[in-house]
């Protein structure tokens, strides 16, 4: 699995509790490699005192509220200290994963995504791109809801870059920050060599991005995306 790669930042910012890194070395394996590290000690009381950590897959996406087993993608679970010193962990149901962190202030944990079903709801990676939905990649952590998220992106071709609703952390390289879970996981994205088309509605940009080869029709689209959003 891809090593854990330290999060370069500007030192004037500080680094929210919850930080992912999100690798896609080999796309063409449709695995997303993803690393999430938590300082406990900023999180709240209640979450240090309880010297475990809970780590929940969504069974839900926004605007589809049926159950979703995304858990199911979900593979090499691993846990470390932040003297990367292996943390026992149990999975205790289909969706929820529980960390040992006695002692520790800080936990890395790394697990791949398995990603090849082309939809809104869903993820996908091959060659050509990669698309995925927060919350059919990342965990929640229940009590630490509100916390802001960090989310840094390493796109495995230099020529890919990286469409999201989420602002980008300034001077720091393709990291993106979410102020809460909710909003994490109502906002996809998408890395890849795909079309942009910059547009403007009610005073505020916005982007369409298109990926492959089809009919699609920028010039018809966005008058018709301009409506549904006014």
Request: with cysteine.
């Amino acid at each position: 699995m891809t090593e854990a790669r330290a999060v370069s930042l500007s030192p004037t910012i500080k680094k929210p509790a919850i930080q992912y890194q999100v690798f896609m070395p080999h796309p063409e394996s449709h695995l997303f490699e993803v690393s999430l590290r938590v300082q406990l000690e900023q999180l709240s009381p209640s979450l240090q005192k309880a010297q475990k950590l809970d780590l929940k897959m969504p069974v839900w996406t926004p605007g589809s509220y049926l159950v979703r087993e995304y858990a199911k993608h979900l593979q090499d679970f691993c846990a470390y200290s932040e003297n990367e010193c292996s943390l026992h962990w149990q999975k205790l149901s289909k969706n929820h994963w529980q960390i040992e962190t006695t002692g520790n202030s800080e936990v890395i944990v790394q697990y791949r995504i398995f990603a090849n079903e082309l939809t809104v709801r869903t993820n996908h990676l091959d060659s050509t791109h990669g698309y995925f939905n927060g919350a059919a990649l990342f965990f929640d952590i229940p009590g630490a809801e509100k916390n802001s998220i960090w989310i840094k992106i390493i796109p495995p071709k230099p020529d890919w870059k990286i469409t999201t609703s989420l602002p980008e952390v300034p001077d720091s390289y393709h990291t993106f920050e979410a102020v809460d879970f909710d909003t994490l996981v109502d906002s996809p994205f998408e890395i890849g060599t795909h079309q942009l088309y910059q547009f403007e509605v009610q005073g505020k940009a916005h982007q369409l991005a298109i990926w492959g080869t089809g009919n699609a029709e920028p010039e018809k689209l966005i008058p018709d995306i301009k409506k549904l959003l006014m």
